[in-house]
């Protein structure tokens, strides 16, 4: 528990310390924000702070630092120190300048801000991108919670109907206004998730289980560990509870409700040491269960279950079945309602009115469908579908914090280009890594996969290496 308590702490520390270094590198001031300059009453609404750091941990978070937190416990100690790592020095400073870029170029969606700083081919790509990866948020969010729910009610309300039920949501989430449904309820999750993350915090240090320590070693504990290497499939696997893209293309969504700047460090570099928060418990929580039950178990809703159940009661099980059914429906509406205004932006489609978000929503609604329809036919769909998410996730951020490295250079801040540098440099070759390794991509041995990660740092290092000379006309 000595590691494990280190760990949490130098996430609480890395807020207040690193956080607001961070804030002092951004620079934020007292100009009106989007939700006063362009209030629209439908996506433009200003919202009070406490709200919009709920709602934005509930967007960011969904299912991803529970389960990815579980299933990357099973490679050891090296996932709770990737967990905090990452968590503050590369997930929280991502969400955190991506967030303020949208909120300074008046909550431009994540693919325009990316267009300005890497170009408009890079824009172009990154629009049909960031829009297929929303998708399939939306698409891959769908059938866990309907087959929950269909086994909690009667046989008549089978999955199918509840598949239908959750797209009607995921409708009127997109269409309406944010204020009406994503405002009023997504509160209510985040605390249930909270709640459920300090229930099962507390019984850490009631219980005080044999956890690793670091001194134990970061050697592979996986069952398989020569199939799958701590690098790059652990730092896939554990993904929203250390870095995320898919967090870059939510915040866009809060920046166009925040009165003032000052409010972008609890919103969003807040919001992410949170979830490394849930994600680190949850990590610590799932060794107690593999080391108990061995690890065998791959469903990640077993062990929630199992866990909730046995830790914090009837109590426990019911929020357990509420964020295992809530938390991927409120990130599923919430990445459509991102592909909606991502569409809208590069269309330059106002969305005021019902009729011109229905034109865009749509043919948006039928491709998730489709995608659906495959993953259920398909007995290995679903899993094909989640392993090109998870990629394509990492890929964004990896877009993401080159963008954000270009402005810091852009605006003079070229003594600290380096804060999101080096974590682009690593996600680079970590996402390089898996598609060259990954049996979904190029399924090379992964003997590879040290050579291939030098290999694309070195290649990215000279590219940027090679820009910055010419836009600064001397090496770094």
């Known amino acids: 528990m000595i590691t494990f308590t280190l760990c949490l702490l130098a996430l609480i520390v890395g807020y207040f310390l690193y956080g607001r270094?961070?804030?002092?590198?951004?620079?934020?001031?007292d100009r009106k924000t989007p939700a006063l300059t362009k209030a629209d009453g439908v996506d433009y609404i200003p919202l009070p702070t406490w709200k919009i750091f709920m709602i934005q941990f509930l967007n960011i978070a969904g299912l991803g630092p529970i389960f990815g937190a579980i299933m990357g416990a099973k490679f050891g100690t090296a996932s709770y120190l990737w967990i905090?790592?990452?968590?503050?020095?590369?997930?929280?400073?991502?969400?955190?300048?991506?967030?303020?870029?949208?909120?300074?170029?008046?909550?431009?969606?994540?693919?325009?801000?990316i267009g300005r700083y890497l170009g408009l081919t890079t824009k172009q790509v990154m629009r049909g991108f960031t829009v297929i990866l929303m998708i399939l948020v939306g698409s891959v969010f769908v059938a866990g919670?309907?087959?929950?729910l269909a086994n909690l009610t009667p046989a008549s309300m089978d999955a199918t109907f509840w598949i239908i039920v959750v797209f009607a949501y995921y409708v009127l989430a997109t269409l309406l206004p944010v204020d009406k449904i994503i405002g009023k309820v997504y509160p209510l999750f985040a605390v249930a998730l909270l709640f459920m993350a300090v229930g099962i915090l507390v019984m850490l240090y009631v219980h005080h289980p044999a956890l690793p320590e670091f001194w134990?070693?970061?050697?592979?504990?996986?069952?398989?560990?020569?199939?799958?290497?701590?690098?790059?499939?652990?730092?896939?696997?554990?993904?929203?509870?250390?870095?995320?893209g898919f967090h870059a293309t939510q915040s866009p969504l809060m920046a166009r409700c925040m009165t003032s700047e000052r409010h972008g460090r609890p919103v969003f570099y807040g919001?992410?040491?949170?979830?490394?928060?849930?994600?680190?418990?949850?990590?610590?929580?799932?060794?107690?269960?593999?080391?108990?039950?061995?690890?065998?178990?791959n469903n990640a809703a077993v062990v929630v279950d199992a866990i909730t159940r046995n830790w914090l009661g009837t109590v426990g099980g019911v929020l357990a079945i509420l964020g295992v059914i809530a938390a991927p429906i409120t990130s599923g509406d919430t990445a459509f309602r991102s592909a909606r205004l991502i569409v809208a932006d590069f269309l330059g489609m106002e969305q005021k009115t019902m009729r011109r978000r229905l034109y865009i929503c749509i043919p948006m609604f039928l491709v998730a469908i489709g995608l659906l329809l495959y993953s259920l036919r398909d007995k290995n769909g679903f899993d094909m579908i989640w392993r090109y998410f998870a990629w394509a996730n990492q890929t964004l951020a990896?877009?993401?914090?080159?963008?954000?490295?270009?402005?810091?250079?852009?605006?003079?801040?070229?003594?600290?280009?380096?804060?999101?540098?080096?974590?682009?440099?690593?996600?680079?070759?970590?996402?390089?890594?898996?598609?060259?390794?990954?049996?979904?991509?190029?399924?090379?041995?992964?003997h590879y996969a040290p050579t291939i990660a030098i290999l694309a740092a070195v290649i990215a290092a000279f590219w940027f290496n090679i820009w910055y000379f010419k836009t600064t006309k001397k090496l770094w």
């Open 21 to 29: 270094f961070i804030e002092r590198v951004f620079g934020p001031d």
């Open 84 to 113: 905090v790592l990452g968590s503050i020095f590369a997930g929280a400073v991502h969400d955190y300048l991506a967030g303020m870029l949208s909120l300074r170029h008046g909550g431009e969606s994540l693919p325009e801000i």
């Open 145 to 148: 919670p309907a087959g929950l």
């Open 216 to 244: 134990d070693g970061l050697h592979n504990t996986h069952p398989n560990a020569a199939a799958l290497p701590i690098f790059p499939i652990m730092f896939v696997s554990i993904a929203c509870g250390a870095i995320s």
């Open 271 to 297: 919001a992410m040491i949170t979830e490394g928060i849930v994600a680190l418990i949850w990590a610590a929580a799932a060794t107690y269960f593999f080391h108990e039950n061995g690890m065998g178990e």
């Open 398 to 446: 990896v877009f993401t914090l080159w963008a954000i490295t270009v402005y810091l250079v852009r605006e003079k801040k070229r003594h600290v280009f380096y804060i999101t540098y080096l974590p682009a440099l690593f996600m680079t070759a970590v996402c390089t890594t898996y598609i060259c390794i990954a049996p979904e991509g190029l399924g090379l041995d992964a």
